[in-house]
C-alpha cells in the first residue's frame, strides 16, 4: 500500500425528493446569485427544471440561466459562462445533469476569479488556486463528477479532449435521486455504467502491491453494479437497482476506492481520441477501449486479471489454468456490455479503422511518446490496442 | 434502501512519516496557537511527542499543552482543558493518540465557544453549534473518532458513560501512520479490532432492505480485517496489516459503510454500562456483548446471520439448514475473539453476575424502558442478554 490522501468534502444528500432541498442546501452554503447550468431540454420536459427553480427563488436567491452543454461538453460554452458569470456576479454554480454539465460548470468555477484563459489549466500553464463554490444535482450516473475534483473539456477548433482538476472543484454538495434517472434510454443509462466500471478499473488495474481491501470494495461494487444492471434491463423503474447505480457511479470516483494505490487512466486518454474524433458516448469508447486494453496486457498481471474473473464474473476458480479463467473473465465483461447494448468493437461503434494512424497522432499529441503505469505503453502499443479493438 | 446524507470532509493523511506533516498541515488550515492533547507518557517513550512538537514550532506556531486524557475519558479533563483553551485562547486542538484522547478534544472543542456546561450536549439539553477546529494523529485504531462525528465522555461522580455529536466535531485531518502502531500491546490492538468489527455489526445488522452494495462493502471490510488480524498475531510489524487495520477502523465510522440504511448502536449501549461500572476496555467489552446480542436476536433475521456466516466467517452455504449456518458463524465470531486474546464472557471479562441488576438499572437511566432498531429490546431483554452473556 502506498502513502495516501483521501479526501471528499462534499454533501452528498441521497434519495427520494432530494432536490426539493436545493434551495435551503444553496442557502445554507451561502449562496446568493446562483448560476442554473443545464444542457438540453430533457430537465424541462421531466419538470426536474420547474421544481429546482421553484426551490431555489423559494429561498430567496435570484438566479442566472445558461443551458446548452453539449455531451463532451465544448470550451465555447465555457468561455460564454465565465463572462457570464463575471457581469452578473454570479457567486455559485448549479449544475442540473450529467458529468458534461458538471464538468462544464467546474471549469467556469474555476476560469471566473482567473486572469488568464481558462484553457491554461487544461495545458498545464496554470493551476486552479481558486474557484466559486458549485453544487450539482446529478441526473446522469456516469462519470462520478458530482464527487470528484475532475473535468474533461473538448477544444472544439484544434479537436483536443482533454481532463484537469482541483480539490477546489469539488461540488460542495451534490444531490443525487434515482428516480431522476427512471427516464434515462437505456443506451444512455449503460453508457454511464461501463464509466462508473471504467472507473473502477482504472484504479484496479495497477501495480501496486497489497491493497487487498480496497481490492475487495472495487469487487463488491464491479459485482453490485453487474447485478443492478441486470434488474434495469427487466424494469428501468427498479429504484433499489438505479439507487445502487448512482452510488456506485459516485464512489467510483470520490477517490475512496482507489486509496493506497497508483492509478493508471491510460484507457481513458485511449478512449478521450475517440469521442474527441468521431463526438462518440464516452461510455460506449470506453465499452470498446477496455476489453482490448486487458487483452493485450493480461501478461501484466495475471494474477490480477483471475481474481477479477473469479470474484466479480463467477468464473471457476481453477488455479491449475489461470491464464484461461482470467481470459475468460475479459470474455465474460465483453458479454456483459453486450448485454446492456454496449458496442466493444471500434466497427460496431462507428469508427474507420483508416482513422487508426490519426488517434495515434493525437494521442501522441495529449499524452507524449509513452504512458501508463499498470502496463508502460508506446505509441506502437498503442496502435495495437486501437487494431485489437476494431473487430475483434 | 432509506435516503441518506453522506459528508466526510476529514482530510485524511495516510501512511510512513505523515505525522512529520503535522505541522505544514496545521498552518494550511489557519491554525495560530495549538492545543496538544494527548494520553499518559507512549507518545513521550515512542518519539512521536518530539516529532510532533518539533514540526509544529517549525510552522511557527504556539503550542499549548495538556496530557492525562485516561481511556473511558473523564468530563473533569475536558473541564479543565475547556478553561485552559479560553485562558490562552486556542484556536485549534490537535489529538495525539486513540479514540479517547480525540474524544476529549472533541468535547473541548464544542466546550470553548458555548456558555453553558459542556454536558448539556450529553444531556441533550442543547446541540453543537460552534466548534473550535481540531485535528488528529491517530495512535490507536479502533474508535474511529478521527473521521466521525461522534464523541463518548464519562461523568465520573454519576457513573454515566454517554455519547453526542456534530458534523462540526470532525476533524479538519486526520494523520494516520499504521507504524506509529507496531508498538501497541496485542491487548490494546485487539480491542481496537473488535471496536471497528463492531462499528460496522451495528451498521450490518439492520432492517433496511436491500442497501447490498454496502452489506457487500461491510463483508469486505470485515473480511479483510480478520485476515490482517491473524497477519498481526504472527507478526507485529506487519506494514500491510496495520494499513489494514488502520484504514478499516477509519471507514468503519466515518459514515461511508451505513449508507442507506437504519443503524441500531444498542450492543454499544449494553456495553457502555460495562466499561462505565467496571472501567473495561471497550473492546473487550464489546467482545463480550456481541455474541451474546447476535445469539439472542438470531430469529431476527435468519437471513442475514446466514450471510454473515458464510460471507465473512467461510461458513459452507448449506441453504438447507440455515440456522445452523448462522449460528455456527456466530461461534467462529467467538473463536475468532478468543484467538485474538479477547474475553467472550462478563465471567471471563472480570465482571460480577450479581451486578447484572445494577448494569440494568443504569441502562434504564441511559436508554430508558426499551431501545433498539434491529431488534427491539426491553430491560428484561437486555438483562435476559447480559446474563446470556455471563458464562456462555
Redesign the interface.
Known amino acids: ?16 425528493d ?1 432536490e426539493q432541498e436545493v434551495g435551503t442546501l444553496l442557502s445554507s452554503y451561502g449562496a446568493r446569485k446562483v448560476m442554473l447550468h443545464y444542457g438540453g431540454g430533457s430537465i424541462k420536459k421531466t419538470g426536474l427544471y420547474d421544481r429546482v427553480k421553484a426551490s431555489i427563488r423559494d429561498a430567496g436567491l435570484e438566479i442566472v440561466e445558461l443551458g446548452g452543454v453539449k455531451p463532451n461538453p465544448l470550451d465555447g460554452l465555457v468561455y460564454e459562462g465565465i463572462e457570464l458569470a463575471k457581469r452578473e456576479n454570479v457567486d455559485f454554480i448549479l449544475a442540473v445533469g450529467g458529468g458534461s454539465v458538471i464538468d462544464s460548470a467546474k471549469a467556469i468555477a474555476a476560469g471566473v476569479p482567473y486572469s488568464g484563459d481558462f484553457w491554461d489549466f487544461f495545458d498545464r500553464k496554470a493551476k486552479v488556486e481558486d474557484a466559486i463554490a458549485l453544487a450539482t444535482i446529478l441526473t446522469i450516473p456516469a462519470a462520478g463528477s458530482e464527487g470528484s475534483p475532475a473535468m474533461v473539456i473538448t477544444k472544439e477548433d484544434e479537436g483536443l479532449k482533454r481532463g484537469s482538476g482541483s480539490n477546489l472543484l469539488r461540488p460542495k454538495f451534490s444531490i443525487i435521486n434515482p428516480e431522476l434517472t427512471y427516464t434515462l434510454p437505456m443506451w444512455q443509462t449503460a453508457a454511464g455504467i461501463v464509466d462508473m466500471m471504467s472507473h473502477i478499473f482504472e484504479r484496479y488495474l495497477s501495480k501496486t502491491e ?1 491493497v ?2 480496497t481490492d ?2 472495487m ?3 464491479l ?2 453494479v453487474i ?1 443492478a444492471s441486470y434488474a434495469l434491463l427487466n424494469n428501468p423503474e427498479d ?2 437497482a438505479r ?2 447505480i448512482c ?2 457511479g459516485t ?1 467510483a470516483h470520490n477517490g ?1 476506492l482507489g ?2 494505490r497508483e492509478e493508471d487512466w491510460v484507457t481513458h486518454a485511449l478512449e478521450h481520441e475517440l469521442s474527441a474524433l468521431y463526438d462518440m458516448t464516452h461510455g460506449a469508447g470506453l465499452a470498446v477501449m477496455f476489453p482490448a486494453y486487458m487483452l493485450y496486457n493480461l501478461e501484466e498481471d495475471v494474477e490480477r486479471f483471475y481474481r477479477l474473473a473469479v470474484n466479480v464474473f463467477g468464473v471457476g476458480d481453477n488455479h491449475y489454468q489461470k491464464k484461461h479463467v482470467a481470459l475468460e473473465g475479459i470474455r465474460r465483461l465483453k458479454r456483459f456490455f453486450n448485454d446492456i447494448g454496449m458496442p466493444t468493437t471500434l466497427k460496431a461503434a462507428g469508427a474507420k479503422k483508416e482513422d487508426i494512424p490519426l488517434l495515434v497522432e493525437t494521442l501522441k499529441k495529449n499524452k507524449g511518446e509513452s504512458f501508463g503505469s499498470f502496463a508502460s505503453l508506446t505509441l506502437e502499443d498503442a496502435k495495437k490496442i486501437y487494431e485489437l479493438a476494431w473487430s475483434e
Open positions: 500500500m502506498e502513502n495516501f490522501r483521501f479526501y471528499s468534502p462534499t454533501e452528498f444528500v441521497f434519495g427520494k432530494t497489497d487487498i481491501l475487495r470494495m469487487e463488491a461494487t459485482v453490485s447485478e429504484y433499489e439507487a445502487t452510488w456506485a464512489i475512496q486509496v493506497g
